[in-house]
């Protein structure tokens, strides 16, 4: 099975700029999970999705925002862009099951994102 | 309190050896628990899952789990220069009406040739 793929790889944008990433998950995972990444606040939990619902949401502005696809791929689009914002951002998938306890997260190679 | 706590390290051990890193998390209800290694600019990498009391093995890898004590532990035995990384501990439970995974900051272990 392929794994968790996230384009772009990198990218540099500046400050006020909007930015779109992309995550495809692991054949027949339903749950993508966005996560950012900073050297100083670890991996932070942005959002979940789940049969193109939003199903979790973590402490992060509006600025940041996703939607998931009918074939479950997601985006994560962030405006407004802060120079805070760079990061690496981590996108996961699971089968989701709801309560499953053995659903696990597998992580994609990541976006790293540079605001200057 | 933070919710998963793990000590930053670095932590550091001579080739051969045996690594341990621990994990502590605060909700009682956390019914799965993960370790996942980072290698520098790398995304994380499963290694273990653990849902039970006890030992579970895997090669070098053991993962401890004590929901009394909520402690989740990592040995790696035989420890290599290409263990060197960050180990990240994840867990897992029902909050609010849904699952959420929570990440600790992660240790980092320095595997010394």
């Known amino acids: 099975k392929a794994g968790v793929t996230q384009t772009p790889r990198y990218l540099i944008k500046t400050r006020g700029q909007q930015v779109t990433l992309s995550c495809s998950p692991i054949?027949?995972?339903?749950?993508v999970s966005w996560y950012q990444q900073t050297p100083g606040q670890g991996l932070q939990f942005l959002f979940e999705y789940f049969s193109e619902t939003q199903r979790n949401k973590g402490n992060f502005p509006g600025r940041f925002s996703g939607r998931q696809f009918s074939n479950s791929r997601s985006e994560m689009n962030v405006s407004t862009l802060e120079l805070g914002d760079s990061a690496l951002y981590l996108c996961a998938s699971s089968s989701g099951g709801q309560g499953k306890v053995t659903d696990t997260q597998y992580f994609g190679p990541g976006t790293r994102l540079t605001v200057l | 309190q933070k919710e998963v706590e793990q000590n930053s390290g670095p932590l550091s051990v001579p080739e051969g050896a045996i690594a341990s890193l621990n994990c502590t998390y605060s909700d009682r209800v956390s019914q799965s628990f993960f370790w996942y290694r980072q290698y520098s600019g790398k995304s994380p990498e499963l290694i273990m899952s653990?849902?039970?009391?006890g030992d579970k093995e895997d090669g070098r890898f053991t993962a401890q789990l004590n929901k009394a004590s909520q402690y989740v532990s990592l040995l790696i035995r035989d420890s290599q220069p290409s263990d060197s990384a960050t180990y990240l501990c994840a867990v897992g439970g029902r909050a609010s009406g849904t699952y959420k995974y929570i990440f600790g900051t992660g240790t980092r272990l320095k595997v010394l040739a």
């Open positions: 653990i849902y039970s009391n």
């Open positions: 054949s027949g995972h339903r749950s």
